[in-house]
C-alpha cells in the first residue's frame, strides 16, 4: 500500500485547505461512493493527527491516514491528482504489488 500526490495534487492542497501549525492533511473515509467500496469514499479534510496508521510530509504539510480508517486502502495504492478542468483533486486506486518480506510472512 502505498499513497503518492502529483505537485500539481499539492499546490491545490496549499492554495485551497487552510491549516494551523499543529494540524496536517487526513485522509478519511465518509459515506459516498467510490470505484473500489460502494457505499464509501475517500476524502480530505484538515485535522490534527490523533492515531495515525501512516504519516508522511510532503512540502512542509503532514498528511496522514487514522489507524480506523486504513482498512479502505488495504491492498490498494492510492494515486491523488489535480484535475484542471474540475479545479479539484482525483484519487484513483490500483491494486498495490506484494512487496517479497510481505509475501513471505503470509506464508508462514
Do not use: C
Not at 494515486?79 to 509475501?103: C, G, K, M, N, R
Amino acid at each position: 500500500m502505498a499513497i503518492s500526490m502529483s505537485e500539481n495534487a499539492i499546490d491545490w492542497v496549499l492554495r485551497e485547505l487552510h491549516r494551523s501549525q499543529t494540524e496536517g492533511i487526513r485522509f478519511v473515509v465518509r459515506y459516498g461512493d467510490s470505484q473500489i467500496h460502494p457505499g464509501f469514499s475517500f476524502a480530505m479534510a484538515v485535522a490534527a493527527p490523533l492515531d495515525p496508521a501512516i504519516h508522511w510530509v510532503q512540502q512542509g504539510i503532514t498528511f496522514f491516514v487514522e489507524h480506523g480508517d486504513l482498512w479502505y486502502i488495504e491492498g490498494y495504492d492510492l494515486h491523488v491528482h489535480y484535475d484542471s478542468t474540475l479545479d479539484d483533486l482525483t484519487f484513483s486506486f490500483t491494486p498495490a504489488i506484494p512487496l517479497p518480506s510481505e509475501s513471505l510472512n503470509k506464508n508462514r
